[in-house]
């Protein structure tokens, strides 16, 4: 796609630091870091949403992204990584081409998730499983 910064970077039309790269993934430095070495991974075909990925570029982002987390850890500068990727506007997603952030990380490194511990109501979880049921297929 000629207007997305991700496909230009696919196409050497901008630069970047680039880690690694094959058929089906390139894996380049995000220009605002997490942590330092904060890379992403993503497909070499352009869609927003990573369920529109095909399979075999997704399962090559995974297995290129935890290779690429387990070769920093390697390095001794970490002791773990974190893979994640912000699916659609409303889960943070900016870019609008699909990628895995790759996030070294120390115990130091000062960063924390703003997660919760929220809880299920009486048949809650069984009403959600249902509902996904009659939807999901793969
Ligand atoms: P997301 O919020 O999941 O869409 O993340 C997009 C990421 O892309 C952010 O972490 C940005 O810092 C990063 N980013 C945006 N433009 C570039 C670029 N030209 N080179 C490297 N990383 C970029
Ligand atoms: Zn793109």
């Known amino acids: 796609m000629s207007d997305c910064i ?3 970077i696919v ?3 901008i630069p970047a630091k680039k880690l690694y790269k094959d058929e089906h993934v390139i894996a ?7 942590t330092k070495g904060h890379t992403l991974v993503i497909p070499k075909v352009h869609q927003e949403s990573i369920s529109a990925v095909p399979a075999e570029y997704q399962q090559k982002m995974m ?21 994640h990727l912000n699916n659609g506007q409303c889960a943070g997603q900016v870019v609008p081409h699909a ?8 115990g130091t490194d000062g960063f924390h998730w703003n997660w919760r511990n929220l809880s299920y109501e009486e048949n809650e979880a069984d009403e959600i499983i249902a509902k996904f049921n009659e939807k999901f297929s793969i």
């Open 11 to 13: 196409n050497d039309e």
């Open 63 to 83: 297995h290129v992204s935890s290779q690429i987390g387990k070769a920093f850890v390697r390095t001794g500068e970490y002791d773990g990584f974190n893979l």
């Open 99 to 106: 990628h895995m952030h790759v996030v070294p990380r120390i």
């Open 28 to 34: 380049f430095l995000d220009i605002a870091p997490i």
């Open 6 to 8: 991700f496909c230009k």
